[in-house]
């Protein structure tokens, strides 16, 4: 199982694409504080999204919070500044993806003490940087194609 950090997400549209993506591959969904927006029952149900179930969401109150709560071996940070292409990255089985927050990325702390960790998804120089639900799929589904995507349907259904 793969498990997707957010750091501070600010876009609800983004979460709930990432959470879609946590449910279709079986990754598991960690949300660090502040969020920006509500994540309650309600809110999820009158946003209509109705693969939340599947989802295992854990919250957080910073990365002090979960970095007490989670035994980490493996992590992967991703950002813009990173040395490396995630390409290069070998996942393993159980790793964290750190994403950070759409208008900032992780913090510059944090990536400069993980430096060895970070990597980045090659894109031309004058764009800023990919929508953080896309970049979250392409990492996961890397990693995913690295481990043979265990318990995944390699297989389409046609209907007749």
Same mark, same amino acid.
């Given at each position: 199982m +793969?498990?997707?950090?957010?750091?501070?997400? @600010?876009?609800? =549209?983004?979460? *709930?694409?990432?959470?879609?993506?946590?449910?279709?591959? *079986?990754?598991?969904?960690h +949300?660090?504080?502040?969020?920006? #927006?509500d994540i309650?029952?309600?809110?999820?149900?009158?946003? *209509?999204?109705?693969?939340?179930?599947m989802?295992?969401?854990?919250e957080? @109150?910073?990365?002090?919070?979960?970095?007490?709560?989670? @035994?980490?071996? =493996? &992590?992967?940070?991703?950002?813009?500044k /990173?040395p490396?292409?995630?390409? %290069? /990255? %070998?996942?393993?089985? *159980?790793?964290?993806? #750190?994403?950070g927050?759409?208008?900032?990325?992780?913090? %510059?702390?944090?990536? /400069?003490?993980?430096?060895? =960790?970070? +990597?980045?998804?090659p &894109?031309r120089? %004058?764009?800023?940087?990919?929508? +953080?639900?896309?970049?979250?799929?392409?990492?996961?589904?890397?990693?995913?194609? =690295?481990?043979?995507?265990?318990?995944?349907?390699? #297989?389409?259904? &046609?209907?007749?």
């Amino acid at each position: 199982m +793969l498990n997707i950090v957010l750091v501070e997400p @600010e876009i609800p =549209q983004n979460c *709930g694409n990432i959470a879609r993506t946590c449910a279709a591959t *079986g990754a598991r969904l960690h +949300l660090i504080r502040p969020l920006g #927006f509500d994540i309650s029952e309600k809110a999820v149900r009158r946003a *209509g999204l109705d693969y939340w179930h599947m989802v295992e969401v854990l919250e957080y @109150e910073d990365l002090q919070d979960f970095f007490r709560k989670n @035994e980490v071996r =493996q &992590m992967w940070c991703l950002s813009t500044k /990173a040395p490396r292409s995630y390409t %290069e /990255a %070998e996942f393993q089985d *159980g790793c964290y993806l #750190f994403f950070g927050k759409e208008t900032k990325g992780l913090p %510059e702390s944090f990536l /400069a003490s993980h430096y060895e =960790q970070c +990597l980045r998804i090659p &894109m031309r120089p %004058e764009a800023r940087s990919l929508n +953080l639900s896309n970049a979250v799929a392409i990492t996961v589904y890397e990693a995913l194609r =690295q481990l043979s995507f265990p318990s995944l349907q390699d #297989f389409g259904r &046609m209907r007749k």
